[in-house]
């Protein structure tokens, strides 16, 4: 890349590099982690003339998350420009290299890690953002997770550290695959026309909404409207909105008194027994059921 090569470290860089004696026996053997763990874990500010090439890549996964600066990654013929909250994840056995930008050097979040889970993790990555770079809304507690693994692996390698690091992972992981989940909490996090949707059909679970409804709710033609709504949840809009309903008629049956009857007026459904043949579809049981065996 024509970057120039340091061999001096970073100005309050930081590293975990688990002993592979550590992560042969404590890890991979491990069956509560060793689906996924992490082998190697990092932290670089402002790291200038941060450079790595390797030809014939590596048998761990990388992920590599650009707070601040600039950054470019190659991975086998593609190659990427990075910038603020932009990441690359580089899959185990790919010829990749990576640099910091020389006028803006990156600050970067990194880990190394394996095992049979963490290469399907990898490859849903790839899939979800169409190629091995993706962008994330900044979150403070993506980094809080960062540092609990990185704290508790630097204060040794008893199973107890192992475990709890590796099991943050999972989440840590998740946060770049479905950044708006992650994001769920948050006041101002960004909403397409499916989330937007989402809190539309929760607020108005007392009503009997139609896909036509619904639809124009986000200002989209309906046909468009239910493939993108397909596309990413997996349900048509209808058959989502009545997973809502039946989810607040759980609340209802645990946590009042009211009627069966009651709870499907509530819900917008005026045929009690449409509603019953509903829940019990989704939820195996008839409602007076669930509410009895629920109770406790």
């Known amino acids: 890349m024509g970057m120039i090569r340091k061999k001096e470290g970073f100005e309050g860089q930081r590293a975990v590099i688990l002993p592979r004696k550590i992560v042969a026996e404590g890890c991979a053997g491990d069956p509560v982690i060793g689906g996924a763990y992490v082998t190697d874990i990092g932290y670089y500010p402002k790291a200038r003339y941060h450079f790595r090439q390797r030809l014939h890549g590596i048998d761990q996964h990388i992920l590599i998350y650009c707070r601040e600066g ?8 593609k190659k990427y420009a990075l910038g603020p909250d932009s990441f690359v994840i580089i899959p185990a056995g790919s010829a990749h290299s ?18 049979p889970m963490a290469k399907e993790i990898t490859d849903a990555m790839i899939r979800r953002h169409g190629g091995h770079m993706g962008g994330i809304t900044f979150q403070q507690k993506r980094i809080a997770l960062f540092e609990d693994m990185y704290a508790s692996l630097e ?18 992981l998740s946060s770049f695959l479905y950044d708006d989940q992650f994001s769920l909490s948050e006041k101002n996090r960004r909403k397409d026309a499916v989330e937007l949707s989402i809190s539309y059909m929760q607020e108005q679970l007392a009503q009997a909404l139609t896909l036509s409804g619904l639809a124009q709710a986000v200002n989209l033609s309906a046909s468009h409207y239910s493939h993108i709504f397909r596309k990413r949840t997996g349900f048509s809009p209808m058959e989502y909105f009545n997973h809502l309903k039946i989810q607040k008629a759980c609340q209802y049956l645990i946590f009042t008194d ?11 459904m005026a045929d009690p027994y449409y509603f019953s043949r509903m829940f019990n579809k989704l939820m195996g049981v008839s409602p007076n059921h669930y509410r009895a065996r629920r109770g406790a």
């Open 155 to 172: 204060r040794g390698y008893g199973s107890d550290n192992l475990c709890y690091a590796n099991m943050c992972l999972w989440h840590f």
């Open 258 to 268: 009211m009627r069966v009857k009651e709870i499907a007026y509530k819900l917008g």
């Open 70 to 77: 600039k950054g470019q990654a190659q991975i086998g013929k």
């Open 98 to 115: 990576y640099a910091a930008d020389e006028s803006d050097s990156w600050t970067i979040y990194w880990t190394h890690f394996k095992g």
